[in-house]
């Protein structure tokens, strides 16, 4: 499983990014998905999930203004930012999540930053 991450840029207080995390293959069924962020100095933190079944889950921090979407068709995993804050400044990663077994693939990070 390899996952391309992007979408990634500077965005003023407010504004909105879309990120996206193209998987090499149909996956959706396989594993869950799901996008995380990491602020220096803290620990990474998951922000979105979604399973196959398209149920999705939400950081309390980012509900109601993030939204996680699955296209099979096109393989990719988005995660629609709005009114963003600067809080929201961290570098962030999609995963691929069995629910079976233990075993995760990741993403490399795209960064996010949002200017007050």
């Known amino acids: 499983v390899q996952l391309q991450a992007s979408g990634g840029g500077l965005v003023q207080a407010g504004g909105s990014l879309r990120l996206s995390c193209a998987a090499s293959g149909s996956i959706f069924k396989i594993y869950n998905m799901a996008w995380y962020r990491q602020a220096p100095g803290k620990q990474r933190e998951l922000v979105a999930g979604i399973t196959g079944g398209g149920r999705t889950n939400y950081a309390d921090s980012v509900k109601g203004r993030f939204t996680i979407s699955i296209d099979n068709a096109k393989n990719t995993v988005y995660l629609q930012m709005n009114s963003l804050k600067p809080e929201d400044t961290a570098v962030y990663y999609c995963?691929?999540?069995?629910?079976?077994?233990?075993?995760?693939?990741w993403g490399h990070g795209t960064q996010v930053t949002v200017s007050s």
């Open positions: 995963a691929a999540e069995s629910p079976f077994i233990r075993d995760t693939h």
